[in-house]
């Protein structure tokens, strides 16, 4: 390989992961563009700094959002990419796709980009990656003909996500990908033309585990759980215990709550369900014996985010439970105050949870019109600096 | 003109007829080896989930290749995972074995199930982003490379996710994973100020800046940066190109530790910081991959069984975690951003 054009890329096509090296320079032996990005990366690795251009708005008609304008500083040595821009394409569902979809997409993206994609970006949507100007409108033409639409970018609603769901999950509590789907087609115009003052995020995850991290990453987290008891096979408990489970010491030593005893005796596992705070480990260690129960809903979490600018929040519940049956109309219009609340107030780049520690939570509740529950905090407050509302102070009353 | 807003195909047309048939009433699920999850329905049907690590960048080629997979074992019905790996959906049993056999000969690895790793959720770095401190693909690729026995076998105490995000903006929103690799700057921003009058708005600027170090100069239309508030957190250059952060001497990467989402057992946590620079060193960044091997390699030495990173840190406690793993604790770990004063230990009790 003494002569090489990418001599330090070459090193990452070694090792035993799949090389990502690999990929580029198959690509670059059909699209030029995609050899010019390989070429420009190799520049990148050698002299330790990134060379694309800030920002660029590029778009399609009609649309606000959806694809990202993308520049390279080096034009005279990578004259391919240009313009390297990347589309946003909103995934179905649960990312559940047929070879026949996926290979249409294929054919789209061999005709107008690079070749290159990721499956998936960090939100969750298709990124095809790398087309000129002029190919962005032929090219969602032809991805709109064949079913397919953009997702979020900019300061709009994002493209929401989903867990895998009652689809292959036995966890699941709610209908992840109906509510998922049901809420991307319900706010298309909200989530194509950027006309809020920032981002907003909406994951919904089927159970406490949290697969799509919606906690962490959503401005708005949907998470399944129950509200009566877990539901307990007997006998595949016992089958657990007699295939070797240490039930006592991995199943209820790790409750957080201690609510479960384990009799040896009778080989039964006691569950005191006022004390379960449905945390899924149990259920994930016994999936045979355990399931969540009959009474599901969902728990509605608000402010989630990176550390920018703010710091990082994980999400604060609003709402301890909500049955989540089609079609979804209380969670709907609770979206719809919510949007309303945070667009009206919000400064330019503001999360909706740094608008609420600015403004009060007090102040989201009430005007959202969400009464105030001990579920809602992990504690009171300990200092007396709480206001009243004038209507709520008589004198000696 | 193309019809908009008709927004993504429906899931249902995707799912294949076993999860059609099956929706909604799985009974259970075991983990048959690793990387091969078994479904069993209410009614005893089955399926077979193979999951695969991919490098996220796929180009056209790989996509097809794993729809021919798809045709060939799964009746053409496959998903992807929110960690950027494949699952092969398989109906039939008869076509398991063939379809791992073909996955060794292809060289895709399997796994990423229980107690293992699973692939790195990360962004874009030097392939397609303007703002990064560091690459994303080629830091993934490295400590895949050196963590992939442990994506392949299920031998950790408990699941490991590792993130990576290039730079503070944090796309891959790393900040509660049980290692975060991150791409930072630790420089000031250089302003041009002549550039500065000509695009940027400058109210904005200033209210960009977490710290407050940024104050408006009206009389020659820029900003001034205070250096000793900038933490370097390059907000300022995301809402203005004129204020420049990127420096290939002084950008590098920092490591955070202990975060979860999940809420099994433990409530969700933050990462926190462990290691606040390596260098960056491109193309494999040996720093890295030996910062985290040895952090995976001393959380799997003492970690009681079931245990996530973040978990068994907070039984031992963050000095414990510092003295076992020799990571030297600075005056950088200790927080002064504006939620700090909970960071603090307000008790007399502690380890040595
Ligand atoms: S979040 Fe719960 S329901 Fe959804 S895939 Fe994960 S474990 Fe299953
Ligand atoms: S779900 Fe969690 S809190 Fe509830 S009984 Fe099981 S381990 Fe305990
Ligand atoms: S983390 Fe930063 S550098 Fe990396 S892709 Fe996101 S914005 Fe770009
Ligand atoms: S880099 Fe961040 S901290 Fe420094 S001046 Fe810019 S916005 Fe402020």
């Given amino acids: 390989m003494a002569n090489s054009k990418t001599p330090r890329l070459d090193e990452l096509e070694k090792g035993r992961w799949p090389s990502f090296v690999k990929i580029m320079k198959r690509a670059a032996v059909k699209k030029p563009a995609a050899g010019d990005l390989l070429k420009q990366l190799e520049l990148s690795y050698e002299e330790k700094v990134g060379h694309w251009k800030h920002g660029g708005i590029v778009g399609v008609r009609g649309y606000g959002g959806g694809v990202i304008g993308r520049y390279s500083d080096r034009p005279d040595r990578f004259p391919n990419v240009k313009e390297f821009h990347t589309f946003r394409v909103n995934q179905p569902s649960g990312w559940f796709y047929t070879s ?129 008891s877990i539901q307990v096979d007997p006998q595949a408990v016992a089958a657990y215990a007699d295939q070797g489970l240490d039930i006592q010491g991995e199943i209820c030593g790790k409750c957080p709550t201690r609510a479960l005893s384990w009799h040896p005796e009778r080989k039964e596992l006691e ?49 301890p439970f909500m049955k989540m049956e089609p079609p979804y109309t209380e969670l709907l219009d609770l979206l719809r105050r919510i949007f309303n609340w945070w667009d009206e107030r919000a400064k330019n780049r503001e999360r909706i949870g740094e608008l609420i520690y600015r403004l009060g939570m007090r102040a989201f509740l009430h005007d959202v019109g969400l009464p105030p529950v001990p579920q809602m905090v992990a504690r009171p407050r300990a200092n007396p600096y709480y206001y009243w509302r004038p209507e709520e102070v008589r004198s000696n009353g | 003109m193309a019809k908009t807003d008709i927004g993504p195909p429906d899931y249902r047309q995707m799912l294949p007829p076993v999860v059609q048939r099956n929706y909604g009433r799985w009974r259970f699920h075991e983990i048959v080896r690793p990387g091969v999850l078994r479904h069993v329905s209410e009614n005893g049907e089955e399926l077979y989930t193979v999951r695969v690590g991919s490098p996220r960048l796929l180009d056209t080629d790989a996509i097809r290749e794993i729809c021919d997979l798809a045709d060939r074992y799964c009746d053409g019905y496959l998903r992807f995972t929110s960690r950027h790996n494949i699952e092969f959906l398989v109906s039939d049993q008869s076509k398991l074995e063939p379809l791992l056999q073909e996955l060794w000969k292809r060289e895709w690895p399997v796994g990423g199930t229980g107690n293992s790793i699973s692939n790195i959720v990360h962004t874009q770095g030097w392939i397609h982003c303007h703002t990064p401190a560091t690459d994303a693909s080629g830091i993934v690729k490295a400590v895949m490379d050196d963590l992939y026995d442990h994506f392949t076998h299920m031998d950790l105490p408990a699941k490991l996710r590792i993130s990576m995000a290039c730079c503070l903006n944090m796309c891959g929103a790393v900040h509660c994973s049980d290692i975060a690799i991150l791409g930072i700057h630790r420089k000031p921003p250089y302003v041009d100020k002549e550039l500065v009058s000509k695009i940027c708005e400058i109210p904005t600027v200033v209210a960009a800046c977490p710290t407050g170090a940024i104050r408006p100069n009206p009389k020659e239309k820029t900003v001034e940066i205070n250096e000793e508030r900038c933490m370097y957190c390059g907000n300022c250059y995301t809402m203005c190109p004129a204020i420049k952060i990127m420096n290939p001497e002084t950008d590098g990467v920092a490591i955070f530790v202990g975060g979860k989402v999940s809420n099994a057992r433990t409530a969700p946590m933050f990462s926190r910081l462990a290691i606040p620079f390596l260098p960056n ?13 040895n952090i995976v390699q001393v959380w799997i030495d003492h970690a009681q069984k079931g245990e996530r990173m973040g978990e068994w840190i907070e039984r031992i406690g963050w000095e414990r975690f510092f003295q076992l793993t020799g990571i030297p604790f600075t005056e950088k770990h200790i927080d002064d951003f504006i939620f700090s004063v909970p960071t603090f230990r307000s008790t007399t009790m502690f380890r040595w």
């Fill in chain 1, 100 to 228: 026949s979809a996926l290979r249409q997409l294929c054919d789209i993206w061999d005709k107008y980009g690079s070749g290159l994609t990721n499956f998936h970006g960090a939100t969750g949507d298709i990124i095809l990656l790398g087309a000129p100007t002029e190919n962005l409108q032929p090219c969602f033409d032809e991805l709109s003909e064949h079913g397919f639409d953009l997702g979020g970018s900019g300061s709009d609603l994002r493209t929401p996500s989903a867990c895998v769901g009652p689809a292959r999950c036995e966890y699941a509590c709610v209908d992840t990908l109906d509510l998922c789907h049901t809420i991307t087609q319900e706010f298309q115009n909200e989530l194509h033309r950027p006309m809020w003052p920032y981002k907003f995020k909406i994951k919904i995850s089927g159970c406490p585990n949290d697969c799509v991290a919606s906690i962490a990453r959503s401005d708005l987290s949907v998470i399944g759980t129950w509200r009566d």
């Fill in chain 1, 271 to 319: 569950i005191r369900r006022e004390e379960c705070v449905r945390c899924m480990h149990c259920i994930n260690k016994m999936p045979k014996a355990l399931r969540p129960g009959r009474e599901r809903g969902a728990t509605l979490l608000i402010g989630g985010k990176a550390t920018m600018k703010e710091s990082a929040f994980l999400g604060w519940v609003i709402v």
């Fill in chain 2, 281 to 293: 060193n491109p193309p494999r960044w040996p720093e890295v991959v030996e910062a985290v091997h």
